[in-house]
């Protein structure tokens, strides 16, 4: 199972650097269902001006169309970095089973580092987690990115000013 989770998590790996390529904070995802891919996502926030346009919600949105179907039983999510409370949120509600993911978030993870809201047992489903999957290789890609927006002296606000 493990080489199986790694060969979906260098898909999603593939999204991220697409969204590092694209200047986006580098986070890919990819769903899997039936044993195929169904959806590939990297951020988009920056390039749709959209605070939702995570990897995961886009893939998410993807799944949902190649299934005709919200709710994404028998679906696992690939992701580089931990979700947020958004994202993680979106996993429950589209009923995902499964979710596997690379670097942990220790701001603002939502799948146990500082919430656990996609296992929480008040809701109506819960998602399986396996963390840590190429873990080293999407934190390394999500550090230098960072390192190098301290270096160029860029905030992590939109590069692009609102129009008055």
């Given at each position: 199972m493990l080489e199986t989770h790694q060969y979906y998590m260098r898909e999603a790996m593939i999204q991220a650097t697409k969204a590092l390529e694209a200047d986006e904070v580098p986070v890919g995802a990819v769903i899997v269902h039936g044993g195929r891919i169904i959806a590939?996502?990297?951020?988009?926030?920056?390039?749709?001006?959209?605070?939702t346009a995570h990897a995961e919600m886009i893939a998410i949105t993807q799944a949902a169309e190649s299934l005709d179907n919200w709710r994404l039983e028998g679906a696992t999510l690939y992701v580089t970095k931990e979700p947020c409370v958004m994202c993680?949120?979106?996993?429950?509600?589209?009923r995902v089973d499964t979710l596997v993911y690379g670097a942990r978030d220790e701001k603002a993870g939502a799948a146990g580092s500082v919430v656990n809201l996609v296992e929480e047992p008040r809701f109506n489903h819960r998602i399986k987690v396996?963390?840590?999957v190429l873990e080293e290789e999407s934190g390394k890609?999500?550090?230098?990115?960072?390192?190098?927006?301290?270096r160029s002296g860029r905030?992590?606000?939109s590069r692009k000013p609102l129009s008055a």
């Open positions: 590939r996502a990297y951020n988009q926030r920056e390039t749709l001006r959209d605070p993680a949120g979106a996993m429950v509600q589209a396996v963390a840590g890609l999500l550090k230098e990115f960072f390192q190098e927006r301290c905030t992590g606000r």
